[in-house]
């Protein structure tokens, strides 16, 4: 790497908030590789992202050159529609002390993670970047996608008013080490991993899955979205004539990051339930939602600039797979935390 060619450097001092959570730890190791020693991170026994005081104290003392926000609440359709006001409540306090701390503070550069279901449930498949704010949300969970949209417009605001130089990128369905498989509040491939791996030891003759089987997500291992966070703190610059424009020709302030391929939730459950060794039937609960019927990102601009997904569905889920004993130890998957 040459550090006079990127725009961050293996000097600056880079703080991932989040570290702790899957896509924040798999950041730091891929921030690591790259030659970038100097992280910073913050335990939770040392502070309090929810509180605007310790944040700005804590920046003061620190002083970070770059910030990436990787820390969010975070959980499935059942924890979303549980606990509505602690999503969008709890999400927008994280996320709004650390961006208007890092802008006041004089942080060089700032990388803000979102999530693909800030897009319209109905969204044109495969999903563009200018799809935003153009229809309904899935209600499942609206609340923690308005907490993002409002992440990623805040960042474009301050690049806009006073310029910030802060990025977004928008992943889609993420699973990987580091992931929460806890029984109620886990995303589909922890979740499914968990039900058929308790089966397959407890002989159980059949699992039963929520929906119908029948929607289409696209899946990203977290390895790969670290390694494209890394690439765009180094090579993406919004205001530079090459960048991703919208379709009216204006600068994109977000990516989307995805695999460019999905499948049924049908496919994913038989798929784990091979690599697992479950023999049993597999049966689907109809009266349970489905979320949106598809959701598959256009990854064309990132891949225009230079990066693409390198993990398949398959090798990712036989990797999870051989260490899912070792996933379960993680204090995570006992307990509902907030991934600080």
């Known amino acids: 790497m040459n550090p006079t060619q990127t725009l961050i450097k293996p000097s600056n001092k880079i703080y991932v908030a989040g570290h702790r959570g899957m896509a924040g730890s798999a950041i730091c190791r891929a921030l690591s590789k790259a030659g970038y020693s100097n992280l910073l991170t913050s335990p939770r026994a040392d502070l309090n992202l929810l509180d605007e005081a310790a944040v700005k104290d804590w920046f003061e003392i620190n002083k970070p050159d770059v910030v990436v926000v990787a820390a969010a609440k975070v959980g499935g359709i059942l924890a979303n529609n549980n606990y509505p006001a602690d999503f969008l409540l709890e999400n927008l306090k994280i996320q709004t002390n650390i961006i208007e701390t890092a802008w006041r503070s004089g942080v060089q550069r700032l990388l803000f993670l979102g999530s693909s279901c800030i897009y319209p449930k109905f969204a044109i498949q495969p999903i563009k970047e200018e799809s935003l704010l153009t229809g309904a949300l899935e209600t499942t969970n609206e609340w923690y996608a308005i907490a993002k949209i409002a992440g990623i417009k805040l960042c474009q605001a301050l690049r806009k008013q006073h310029g910030f130089d802060a990025i977004s990128l928008m992943p889609t369905n993420l699973y990987g080490p580091g992931d929460n498989y806890h029984p109620s509040n886990s995303h589909v491939i922890a979740a499914l991993l968990r039900r058929f791996y308790e089966a397959h030891q407890n002989n159980a003759p059949s699992v039963t899955c929520w929906g119908s089987g029948t929607p289409r997500r696209e899946f990203l291992h977290v390895d790969d979205l670290a390694a494209a966070a890394v690439f ?55 009266s349970k939602p489905d979320g949106t019927p598809q959701k598959l990102l256009d990854v064309g601009k990132l891949k225009l600039l230079g990066w693409e997904a390198k993990i398949s569905t398959d090798n990712g889920i036989t990797a999870v797979v051989e260490n899912y004993s070792q996933e379960l130890k993680n204090p995570r998957n006992q307990d509902e935390i907030t991934k600080l």
Do not use: M
Not at 245 to 272: C, F, M, R, W
């Open 232 to 286: 765009c703190l180094e090579n993406w610059d919004p205001s530079r004539i090459e960048a991703p424009k919208d379709q009216s020709g204006e600068p994109l302030h977000y990516l989307n990051v995805g695999s460019g391929s999905d499948v049924t939730i049908k496919e994913l459950a038989e798929l784990i339930a091979e690599k697992i060794g479950f023999k049993g039937l597999i049966n689907w609960d109809s």
